[in-house]
C-alpha cells in the first residue's frame, strides 16, 4: 500500500511539472505586476500608509462609481443570462450543420476587435441608427431617440460583446445531461414548470454560475466599451484608473482604484468557487 502510494505520488510530480511553464509565466506576467500595484496603493512620502483608501473610500464620488460599476455588470450579467440560456439550450439539442452553424455563429465574433465592435455599436445607436429606426417602427417611440452615451447603449453594447461567455459555458454543462432526463421527468407527471426550475436549472446551475462570474467578472473591469459608448460623462472603476494614470497622472489614486477593482473581482470568483462547490456537496 506504500509503495502504490509513493508511486502514484511520484506519478502527480511529473504530472505537475507540465503546469510550470504557465506557472511562471503568471507569475511574471501578472503576479509580479499586481504586487508591485498593491504596494504602490500602500505608498505614500512616508513610506506605508492607508491614507489613499481613507481619502478613495471617504469621498461620494467614488461610491458613485462603485455603484456605476457594479450596476452596469449585474444587468448585463442578467440580460446575458436570459438570452444565453435558452441559445444554451439549442445549441446542445441542436444535431448536425444547425449545430456547427450555431457554433459559429457565436465564436466567430470573439474574433473581432473590442474596438472595432464598439465603434460598430456606436453606428448601430446613433439616432438615425438601425436600433432607433427599430423602435420608432414598433411604436415604442414617436421620434428616433439617441441611445450613444447612455447606459442603456453601454448595457447593450457589452451584453453582445460577452454574450458567447454566458453561452458556452452553459452548453458545456448541457451537452453531459441525458436529454432523457426531461422526459423521465414529464412521463413522471411533472409540469414543464415543475421541471425547469426542479430539473433543468439545477443540472445547468454549474454552467450558469460559472458563466455568470465570467460575465460580470469581464463587464466589472470593461474600460474600451464605456470609453468609447458613454464617455467620461459615466464612470466606472476601469475607466476612473485610466484617467487617474493618463490623466490626472496620480498613481497612487490609479493603484487604489485599481486595488478595490481587483478586490472585487477576486469576490466575485471566490463566491462562484463556494456556489459551484455547495452546489456539488449537495447533490
Request: one cysteine or more; glycine letters at 8%; aromatic letters at 10%.
Amino acid at each position: 500500500m506504500i509503495a502504490a502510494l509513493k508511486n502514484r505520488l511520484a506519478r502527480m510530480d511529473r504530472i505537475a511539472i507540465l503546469a510550470v511553464p504557465a506557472l511562471v509565466y503568471m507569475i511574471a506576467i501578472f503576479a509580479i505586476p499586481v504586487a508591485g500595484l498593491l504596494l504602490r496603493s500602500f505608498s505614500g512620502p512616508d513610506g506605508f500608509t492607508l491614507a489613499g483608501y481613507v481619502s478613495f473610500l471617504g469621498d461620494a464620488f467614488n461610491w458613485r462609481v462603485i455603484g456605476n460599476t457594479l450596476r452596469v455588470a449585474a444587468i448585463t450579467t442578467l440580460i446575458c443570462l436570459a438570452i444565453g440560456y435558452p441559445t444554451a439550450v439549442a445549441l446542445s439539442r441542436a444535431r448536425g450543420f444547425v449545430q456547427v452553424a450555431l457554433l459559429v455563429a457565436i465564436i466567430l465574433p470573439l474574433s473581432v476587435g473590442v474596438v472595432v465592435k464598439a465603434f460598430a455599436w456606436q453606428i448601430v445607436l446613433r439616432r438615425d441608427g438601425i436600433v432607433a429606426n427599430i423602435l420608432v417602427g414598433l411604436g415604442v417611440w414617436d421620434t428616433p431617440q439617441l441611445l450613444l452615451f447612455t447606459e442603456t447603449g453601454l448595457v447593450v453594447g457589452a451584453a453582445n460583446l460577452f454574450l458567447p461567455f454566458m453561452i458556452l459555458p452553459i452548453y458545456s454543462v448541457l451537452k453531459l445531461v441525458d436529454p432523457n432526463i426531461q422526459d423521465a421527468a414529464a412521463t413522471l407527471g411533472a409540469s414543464p414548470v415543475y421541471r425547469f426550475f426542479k430539473v433543468a436549472l439545477p443540472l445547468a446551475m454549474p454552467g450558469i454560475v460559472s458563466g455568470s462570474s465570467i460575465v460580470f467578472s469581464l463587464a466589472v473591469s470593461m474600460y474600451v466599451i464605456p470609453s468609447l459608448l458613454i464617455g467620461d460623462r459615466f464612470q466606472t472603476l476601469a475607466t476612473l484608473v485610466g484617467r487617474s494614470f493618463l490623466l490626472m497622472r496620480n498613481e497612487q489614486l490609479g493603484a487604489v482604484t485599481a486595488s478595490v477593482l481587483l478586490a472585487l473581482a477576486l469576490a466575485i470568483v471566490a463566491f462562484s468557487s463556494w456556489a459551484v462547490r455547495r452546489k456539488g456537496d449537495s447533490r
